[in-house]
């Protein structure tokens, strides 16, 4: 098994990290939104790969 990555839903980009500007801080939920650094789309629901995966999906 691979390494665990984010993608963007909606650009496919790995450049994700962790929303914290939801208020989230603190209430426990702080890792259940996520950003695209790219293309600016916040959201639950991103994509998690290994590795292996998006490199067989590059193709
Ligand atoms: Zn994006």
Redesign the pocket.
Known sequence: MGKRVMI??????R??SPDLSLGAYGSGTLFNSFK??????TGQFFIELDEEELRKMKK
């Open positions: 963007c839903p909606k650009c496919k980009s450049d994700v695209c650094n790219k293309c600016g789309y």
